[in-house]
């Protein structure tokens, strides 16, 4: 007796619980950006990842891996194309 009423109270709770939306708490920005913004270094503990390319056909993007303490001699090569 006791089950019969619980299962359609529950289901009942649910259905008419629905979703709950909430604004955003912060302003969202428009409008474009002029420049480049995108980091070129991107700092660790133990070394560092650094954005090498200027993001063309000829010269793509690429992410090389630093080690802390060293100073590598200049930057690795283009990866190969695909």
């Given amino acids: 007796m006791l089950l019969r009423a619980i299962v359609p109270a529950t289901l009942a709770v649910i259905a008419l619980a629905g979703c709950a939306a ?11 950006v002029v420049g480049d913004t995108t980091p070129r270094t991107v700092q660790y503990p133990n070394g560092r990842y650094q954005l090498y390319g200027q993001g063309t056909t000829s010269s793509p993007y690429y992410w090389a891996w630093i080690p802390a303490g060293s100073n590598p001699p200049g930057p690795p090569p283009v990866p190969p194309q695909r």
């Fill in 22 to 32: 909430q604004a955003p708490t912060y302003q969202p920005t428009t409008g474009a």
